[in-house]
């Protein structure tokens, strides 16, 4: 893979441009908006909850098989899904990925395939797959040439087996040959250089034309691996988009690590709402080298990040005890909760030992994931306070051992085995206080009694046939897309995730929303931080456009409270960005000048800060104080090492 070239546009959390906010396309039309339907909705938990459509469920090729398929592969994996009992579970899709074709068009640049290894053309395989009460999907890349090009896998390279060119005629075809799932890779986008915001957005509208042509709506999943941070775009134009490179290589066998390493990657709470998600990749699930207990950890991450469940091991091979852990109906409740939000980490005392937090439909009622990165077991304790519930009552389950353990009033503790997890439900509890404000589409003075992410419920009305989409701007951050499905006469509910600054100034603004009537905030207390605002700049210390990479550079720009500004200090001494970045000494500089950057939290006193009474910041390992730049106080002013001196521009206020 390819890593693009740092761009000068700015994301999410302030960093768009006013021009490139206003140049954001948002305006989906009814049809278009059909494109991320699934195809039923969970039920509601509540009268005024409405179910959004859920992460897409099913199976997908690549993880087990690579280029290696043909329509006898897909047809035995079709016939084993069946088997397995997998659609009663609520897996729909069966996605055939790279290796389909082979790069060949004929005069008027239609698409063929080899009907030797497809007889009957993918239209034949698309009707196997709608014959068994499936949803059938297939696979594109964005640029000239997809990743079999510069991957090959088993068979020869085929150039030009990339969409560029052809995006209407390409996703017309699929649509007309009967799929209803595309997923378009980014080998030929990235080697090319191609900007990922706008190709995708023309495979959208291509998408909807399509739709519009066929009447049959088609599945976008953008899988361009988290370069170019789509978390800062994507929610809109397709209904998942890739965080991270991919889970596995082909050849290798399934890691932890890399589940590790895709499952922090994927956490963007304020982009995931209403029907859209981020995609941490395929399912490991049941593949040679996982053990039950790791099968079972992989499948409680996804679940409370609500993430799609797409399996990848060989169904015709699969065990009764794996497909059984693919099927745990509490598990996978919990990834399809109607209320479409992303699980948070909400509290981590001890270095390893985490609790994640998932907000479910209803009143009172949580997820939880307790999750023991260390190499022995621990107990770990989830707090009510830390969930954004009082300290009342509660009933515990087990979703495991489909059982509950009891009613607690200020949280649970239970021994978590080293490197496994615990996957939870809390019920019944008593919600924090929340505040509500009225308005039809600006909400001025909304109160954050900390900096944090925020759950945030939107009351409406569409008594339209279809969802209507509208953006969203919160404290001049970027914008996000919100979807708001048909209520019929009477008022729905959706629910977003937020970043607010702590105090009275926090501004939410919906754009193109249908009739609504009120917002109410409610508080998730465990993930809350603290703003680093610069004593001479007044500007707060942030992290570019959102980005997760290793060796970031920190810096200045406008306070608004955005994740990439949320910083949490912990009682190790580290200030922490993201749940899992830490703010660094670049290579252990001690030197004037040394870079401050984000890097995985990993201990080292580089990453370690003592937050001193006159206002400064000193890295432990070099003595030196946070420092912005040459005295710079502009957007975008870069962070370094200095000497302390006692200046304005190494003074900093926590609140």
């Known amino acids: 893979m390819y890593p693009p070239?740092?761009?000068?546009?700015?994301?999410?959390?302030?960093?768009f441009r006013a021009a490139a906010?206003?140049?954001?396309?948002?305006?989906?039309t009814a049809t278009a908006a059909l494109l991320f339907a699934q195809p039923t909705l969970a039920q509601a938990a509540t009268s005024r909850q409405t179910a959004v459509p859920s992460a897409p469920m099913g199976w997908a090729s690549w993880n087990s098989f690579a280029a290696k398929i043909d329509y006898s592969v897909i047809k035995a994996q079709v016939d084993a899904f069946v088997a397995s009992g997998l659609p009663a579970a609520g897996y729909k899709y069966i996605n055939i990925d790279e290796g389909w074709w082979q790069g060949t068009r004929d005069s008027a640049g239609n698409i063929t395939v080899d009907e030797s290894e497809w007889p009957g053309g993918m239209k034949a395989i698309?009707?196997?797959?709608?014959?068994?009460?499936?949803?059938?999907?297939?696979?594109?890349?964005?640029?000239?040439d997809g990743c079999g090009y510069y991957y090959p896998t088993g068979r020869p390279a085929a150039p030009g087996s990339g969409s560029e060119?052809?995006?209407?005629?390409?996703?017309?075809?699929?649509?007309?040959?009967g799929f209803d799932f595309v997923k378009v890779d980014w080998c030929g986008g990235d080697a090319e250089g191609l900007d990922a915001k706008t190709t995708y957005q023309s495979i959208s509208d291509a998408i909807a034309r399509a739709t519009a042509t066929t009447g049959r709506p088609m599945t976008l999943s953008l899988c361009n691996w988290g370069r170019q941070n789509p978390w800062n775009w994507a929610p809109g134009q397709g209904a998942m988009w890739r965080t991270n490179d991919d889970i596995i290589l082909y050849g290798n066998k399934p890691s932890m690590?890399?589940?590790?390493?895709?499952?922090?990657?994927?956490?963007?709470?304020t982009a995931q709402h209403t029907g859209y998600y981020n995609d941490p990749d395929m399912l490991m699930v049941g593949m040679d080298?996982?053990?039950?207990?790791?099968?079972?950890?992989?499948?409680?991450?996804?679940?409370?990040?609500?993430a799609p469940l797409l399996a990848g091991n060989n169904l015709a091979t699969m065990t009764t005890e794996t497909a059984n852990i693919l099927k745990n109906p509490e598990v996978i409740g919990v990834d399809q909760d109607p209320r479409g939000l992303q699980g948070v980490k909400v509290a981590e005392d001890t270095?390893?030992?985490q609790v994640y937090g998932k907000v479910l439909s209803g009143t009172g009622n949580r997820a939880v994931v307790l999750l023991n990165r260390t190499s022995s077991a621990q107990n770990i304790t989830v707090r009510w306070s830390d969930l954004g519930l009082t300290n009342a009552n509660a009933t515990v389950r087990d979703l495991w051992a489909r059982a509950n353990v009891g009613s607690y009033g200020t949280g649970y503790t239970t021994s978590v085995p080293a490197g496994g997890s615990v996957m939870l439900t809390v019920t019944g509890g008593t919600e924090a206080a929340s505040s509500t404000y009225t308005g039809t589409s600006s909400f001025t003075g909304v109160v954050?009694?900390?900096?944090?992410?925020?759950?945030?419920?939107?009351?409406?009305?569409n008594n339209t046939s279809a969802a209507r989409t509208a953006t969203l701007q919160v404290n001049g951050q970027g914008t996000t897309t919100v979807s708001f499905p048909p209520t019929g006469s009477s008022q729905g509910t959706v629910s977003v995730q937020v970043g607010l600054s702590k105090g009275a100034s926090n501004t939410l603004t919906f754009t193109g929303a249908p009739t609504l009537a009120d917002i109410t905030v409610r508080p998730l207390p465990g993930t809350n931080s603290t703003l680093a605002v610069g004593t001479q700049s007044g500007r707060c210390l942030d992290i570019y456009d959102n980005t997760l990479t290793n060796g970031t550079q920190a810096e200045l720009w406008d306070c608004n409270g955005g994740q990439n500004q949320q910083w949490t200090y912990t009682s190790r001494k580290e200030l922490v960005v993201y749940g899992n970045k830490c703010l660094d000494a670049y290579n252990l500089g001690t030197t004037n000048g040394t870079k401050v950057v984000i890097w995985d939290c990993n201990g080292q006193n580089n990453q370690k800060w003592n937050v001193n009474s006159d206002g400064t910041l000193t890295n432990v390992n070099a003595g030196l104080c946070l420092d912005a730049y040459g005295a710079g106080t502009a957007n975008g002013t870069q962070m370094v090492l200095w000497s302390c001196g006692g200046q304005a521009n190494q003074k900093w206020t926590l609140n």
Not at 167 to 176: I, R, T, V
Not at 257 to 269: A, E, I, K, S, V
């Open 21 to 28: 906010v206003r140049a954001l396309v948002l305006a989906l």
């Open 351 to 353: 270095t390893g030992l």
């Open 126 to 144: 698309a009707d196997y797959i709608h014959g068994k009460g499936l949803k059938a999907g297939i696979y594109t890349d964005a640029g000239k």
């Open 165 to 177: 060119g052809h995006y209407d005629q390409d996703m017309l075809q699929f649509s007309q040959w």
């Open 289 to 306: 080298g996982f053990s039950a207990a790791q099968n079972r950890t992989h499948m409680n991450l996804w679940a409370i990040s609500g």
């Open 5 to 15: 070239p740092r761009k000068t546009r700015r994301g999410l959390a302030g960093r």
């Open 257 to 269: 690590t890399n589940l590790l390493t895709n499952f922090d990657r994927n956490l963007h709470p």
């Open 448 to 461: 954050a009694g900390n900096t944090g992410i925020k759950t945030v419920d939107v009351a409406y009305t």
